[in-house]
């Protein structure tokens, strides 16, 4: 059974960090681009950084870079998107996707469920 597992989201100020990490089980991991995608309240899913296979090609839109970094370790079946001087409009519920290389949410074969991130004072 092919599961996805994001953990690490939560309430955090602003300007603060949170590491989102991913854990993949019942597929071949090391065979699957991973992307991070958000969807804030009302409104549509979108795109956030995706990384390579190997882990040596990655990308981030434009809105996190410098802030967000996505990594992956494939001995351990899971990957991670760093996330530093954390806005208020980071806030959304993040997902974790496993799937080809891709900036779109059709790219993407599995899903995770999501977590809550929140960015308040």
């Known amino acids: 059974q092919v599961q996805l597992v994001e953990s690490g989201g939560g309430l955090v100020q602003p300007g603060g960090s949170l590491r989102l990490s991913c854990v993949a089980s019942?597929?071949?991991?090391?065979?699957?681009?991973m992307g991070w995608f958000r969807q804030a309240p009302g409104k549509e899913r979108e795109f956030v950084a995706v990384?390579?296979?190997?882990?040596?090609?990655?990308y981030v839109v434009d809105s996190v870079k410098g802030r967000f970094t996505i990594s992956r370790d494939n001995a351990k079946n899971t990957f991670f998107l760093q996330m530093n001087s954390l806005k208020p409009e980071d806030t959304a519920v993040y997902y974790c996707a496993a799937g080809s290389y891709s900036y779109a949410a059709s790219g993407y074969n599995y899903w995770g469920q999501g977590t809550q991130v929140t960015v308040s004072s």
């Open positions: 019942g597929f071949t991991f090391s065979s699957y681009a």
């Open positions: 990384i390579s296979v190997s882990g040596a090609t990655t």
